[in-house]
């Protein structure tokens, strides 16, 4: 069971707007720690998607944007694309853990 | 351009010992902090283990403690993972993660993968 709980899958169609939410507690966004969030195509490597919270690293298109709110997190994914299709994970701290964790991860199907 | 590529993964018994090592390149080691994460087929990410950019602390996580040693010699521009006691929990593609910082910060950042290395565990 992972901290911070994803839905196991979402899905939309081409151009609509999809939001994965990132539920974590007291002791990891609640606290105030940032999340992160990570983008992993199929058969590919995790890559970085959004940082403390609502940054775009370089390349990543402003389609993608992350917010957060009390003891939750959330990634939106507007005008969506084929090559959205994808699994996404969110990631921060917990206290209680003293480590970095994960949520269990999302799988978005582009109809 | 960065490179991660891990390598001394493969099938171990249980019981068994592994280490896997990660070479890096585009980017000066020694001065980032390196985590390993791992994925058991089909299933969602893990953090394992983190040290800070000259070795001086490390993190593990509460499945792996006692069992798992992170390193790094950054002479050599490589991280390592010495697993042992291995059971088939353990069984994963694991992937060398560098971090934007070079101290493990709260939470860590994780810019750049390694393509990972598969770890079985089995008799």
């Known amino acids: 069971q992972s901290v911070l709980t994803q839905p196991p899958s979402m899905s939309g169609a081409p151009g609509q707007r999809v939001t994965i939410s990132c539920i974590g507690s007291r002791s990891n966004i609640g606290a105030g720690y940032a999340v992160n969030w990570y983008q992993q195509l199929p058969g590919r490597t995790p890559k970085l998607l959004i940082h403390d919270n609502k940054n775009r690293p370089s390349g990543v298109p402003d389609r993608f944007s992350g917010s957060k709110s009390g003891t939750s997190a959330s990634l939106a994914i507007t005008g969506l694309q084929a090559e959205d299709e994808a699994d996404y994970y969110c990631?921060?701290?917990?206290?209680?853990?003293?480590?970095?964790?994960f949520g269990g991860g999302t799988k978005l199907t582009v109809l | 351009e960065v490179q991660l590529v891990e390598s001394g993964g493969g099938l171990v018994q249980p019981g068994g010992s592994l280490r896997l090592s990660c070479s890096a390149s585009g980017f000066a080691l020694s001065s980032y902090a390196m985590h390993w994460v791992r994925q058991a087929p089909g299933k969602g990410l893990q953090y394992v283990s983190a040290?800070?950019?000259?070795?001086?602390?490390?993190y593990y996580a509460d499945s792996v403690k006692g069992r798992f040693t992170i390193s790094r010699d950054n002479s050599k521009n490589t991280l390592y993972l010495q697993m042992s006691s291995l059971t088939a929990e353990d069984t994963a593609v694991y992937y060398c993660?560098?971090?934007?910082?070079?101290?493990?910060?709260?939470?860590?950042?994780?810019?750049?993968w390694g393509q990972g290395k598969l770890v079985t565990v089995s008799s």
């Open positions: 990631q921060s701290y917990d206290s209680s853990l003293s480590g970095s964790v």
């Open positions: 040290i800070n950019y000259n070795g001086d602390s490390t």
């Open positions: 993660v560098k971090d934007r910082w070079r101290w493990l910060a709260v939470p860590g950042l994780f810019d750049f």
